[in-house]
């Protein structure tokens, strides 16, 4: 297979430190019983697409599984995807799972339904970021970028 | 492609730009159209008659003259009492039809006390989790002189079954029920997700909810194969109908198998689509389905009965074509979609409401999604006669078009090896979801138009949006209250008896559950002791992850 114009487009972006996702390792995770896990694929696929190693749980996966997940394959970053409106109990119980396991370095962000209202409280909760579907998925990886860069 | 500027989103860059200023000479499902389609391009033999063999026109003679749609708006959160409480107001208003919508614990088959389920009951719909919530959903509710339908899956057997069971309580003969449940597990495993048990214990499932339906509530419609959520998640117009028909023949294969007669059971199988924005499309995708599946009737199971023929379906108007940004906007697009879903020849509409991408709709929100059915039925004079566009030279160009497109996407299933090994490999859900991509990144890079989103931006988007509904925060407490009183209260050997009857009719083949399943809801026995049982028997599905 030859190199398409994405695939240069990504190393040019990683060679001027525009995208330096290649390399990091991203687990995208939908917990609870929430099965919508198209935002969660088209997400996954972006951050291979641009280097990344990602890990996709499959649906329905506890908090402290996904907690499990990330130490086991040691993740810089988790990605929850919740359309169910059960955001702030999942990602509480997130953060605590990973306290538990002396991992609270790796940073959550999250995806899906969020109501504007809750996001500050997201954020207070640990979460470093919120991305919506009407993001393009290119803002988002530039978003997701900064953040493990930072 | 273009690229993020300093300070700038890719999004507010590409909104910068101008707008194409001519139309895209391609349907979303890829469909080149000509600039003018003219009689020898059309092949009108297909198109007979409004009522008759092949459907092309609709599946009644007198088209909407004889009855309008039926308008079904969804609803149902919280607690059962909540819901009971809007019920009776619906039906106060003159509403006939009743939507249940079940919040996830009820649909994947955990009870509201399961660590599973904690933070999910009653969210995106009632809790139903035994006999007693669903006696208090429909108290004061006469069964019998409504329908309802129920948005459930992988449980569904189980919600017909309290519904048979508290038209027995309530002293109405199950011949009288008369609603729908949605029981289409093929497209949960491909695009929503509240699968179970592994493909072929819940075929089976599937099989004797509609045989047992056939028998005792034939007015029910224990099966609505839906195409809808495989196109919300990425799929064209094209696919969603394809996908859907191979769905309802890979049932109605099942159904034969289990000893049904497809003459019979073929009459009460419907369907249920989205209807999104390319509105010629959506009409042919209509026409052109109800004659792909009259004509796979007829040719493959040699149907001789026209009503077993007919393709009867519900659609929802909205869904992923709503967008959150100058959500005001969506009040047009989903009234441009009704009318798309009317000229189709929809049986019933469910319109969604212009908050619905980002919350849970208002009463506000709510009414002008009823409201936008009513003036299209009574004002714009669209349903006065049969199929007004038929013998257009462009709708029955395209509907010829989107025939055989369906049938490529049927056949190429049939090549994979059919529909469950499709699903059980994972091939569809990754199809899905390189479809869902595609459509994205058209979003992103402009091809296709979105309005308010990639371009005509302002700068207040969510401006005039500012009612939230909120859900009462003690209704998980309250459920669970409920649940362990019953727990408690209940006669807990019947309760076990019903149970193991219910076990070993699991391991034979050769039995029907359902009536074993309506003994455990009398039992009182409940959604997650009936789920556990079966999957002690069949064990649980599992998910091929592939991306």
Redesign the interface.
């Known amino acids: 297979m030859g190199v398409t ?1 994405k695939d240069e ?1 990504v190393a040019w972006k990683t060679d001027n430190g525009i995208m330096s996702l290649k390399g990091k390792r991203i687990l995208i995770a939908k917990p ?7 935002g969660a ?2 997400i ?3 951050l ?1 697409d641009a280097g990344a190693d ?1 890990i ?5 996966k ?1 908090p402290d599984y996904i907690a499990r997940v990330a130490v086991d394959e040691d993740v810089d970053a988790v990605g929850l995807s919740m359309l ?3 955001h702030k ?2 990602v509480a ?1 997130t953060v605590d799972c990973l306290a538990a396991l002396d991992a609270g370095d790796i940073k959550i962000f999250v995806g899906g ?1 969020i ?3 809750d996001h500050a409280g997201l954020i207070a909760a640990g979460v470093c970021g919120i991305y ?8 988002v990886l ?1 978003a997701i970028d900064k953040e493990l860069a930072a | 492609m273009s690229k993020a500027t300093k300070g700038h989103t890719e999004q507010e860059a590409l909104a910068e730009r101008a707008p194409p200023d001519k139309p895209n000479p391609f349907t979303p499902s890829g469909i080149e159209v000509p600039v003018v389609v003219t009689p020898d391009m059309v092949d009108f033999a297909d198109v007979g008659q409004p009522g008759q063999y092949p459907f092309t026109r609709g599946i009644f003679e007198n088209g909407f003259r004889g009855r309008l749609w039926t308008i079904r708006q969804y609803s149902g959160f919280g607690t059962a009492e909540e819901s009971n409480e809007r019920y009776r107001f619906l039906l106060d208003q003159g509403q006939t039809g009743l939507s249940v919508a079940l919040d996830l614990p009820t649909q994947c088959g955990y009870d509201p006390v399961d660590p599973m389920a904690r933070a999910e009951v009653g969210k995106v719909g009632v809790s139903l989790s035994n006999l007693a919530e669903v006696e208090l959903l429909f108290d004061g509710i006469d069964v019998g002189s409504i329908s309802t339908s129920f948005t459930i899956n992988g449980t569904a057997s189980i919600s017909y079954a309290m519904y048979c069971a508290v038209a027995d309580k309530q002293g109405v003969p199950r011949e009288k029920l008369t609603g729908t449940i949605q029981n289409d597990i093929l497209k949960e495993y491909v695009a929503r997700g509240t699968w179970i048990f592994p493909v072929k214990p819940s075929m089976r499932l599937i099989a004797d909810t509609i045989l047992f339906s056939n028998e005792q509530t034939p007015r029910f419609n224990a099966i609505s194969i839906a195409g809808a959520h495989v196109r919300d998640a990425g799929c064209t117009a094209v696919e969603e109908m394809g996908y859907t028909l191979a769905n309802g023949l890979a049932y109605t294969d099942e159904l034969i198998r289990r000893g049904g007669d497809v003459e019979k059971f073929a009459r009460r199988l419907s369907f249920f689509f989205y209807v999104h924005m390319d509105f010629f499309e959506e009409i042919c995708k209509f026409r052109a389905g109800r004659r792909l599946w009259a004509k796979l009737m007829k040719e493959r199971y040699g149907v001789e009965d026209p009503k077993a023929q007919m393709f009867r379906f519900g659609v929802v108007c909205g869904g992923s074509s709503l967008i959150g940004s100058q959500p005001h906007n969506n009040i047009v697009r989903v009234g441009t979609e009704t009318m798309a879903a009317v000229l189709g020849g929809a049986q019933s509409i469910f319109t969604c409401a212009f908050d619905e991408a980002f919350q849970i709709p208002t009463e506000h929100s709510a009414e002008i999604a009823l409201r936008t059915q009513q003036i299209i039925a009574h004002e714009s004079g669209i349903a006065r006669t049969v199929d007004p566009l038929g013998g257009s030279y462009y709708v029955e160009w395209l509907t010829d078009q989107m025939e055989a497109g369906m049938m490529g996407v049927i056949e190429e299933i049939e090549q994979y090896g059919g529909v469950e090994k499709a699903v059980e490999d994972g091939w569809l859900q990754m199809k899905i979801a390189q479809r869902a991509s595609e459509r994205k990144r058209a979003a992103d890079t402009g091809d296709t138009v979105i309005v308010g989103q990639n371009y005509y931006r302002r700068d207040d988007q969510s401006e005039g949006v500012g009612e939230v509904f909120k859900l009462d925060p003690q209704a998980t407490a309250k459920v669970v209250e409920k649940y362990e009183r019953v727990r408690d209260t209940r006669d807990s050997a019947a309760a076990e008896a019903s149970l193991a009857a219910l076990e070993k009719a699991a391991a034979d083949d050769g039995e029907n559950l359902m009536p074993y399943l309506i003994d455990c809801c009398h039992a009182y026995a409940t959604v997650g002791e009936m789920v556990a049982t079966l999957k002690g028997q069949w064990g649980e599905f599992e998910e091929p992850v592939r991306l």
């Open positions: 114009l487009i609870g019983l929430d099965g919508h896990d198209v694929k088209i996954a696929l972006a291979r990602v996709y749980t499959g649906l329905r506890s169910s409106g059960s109990e999942i119980e339904t109501p504007a209202d919506t579907a009407e993001m393009t998925v290119d803002d530039s």
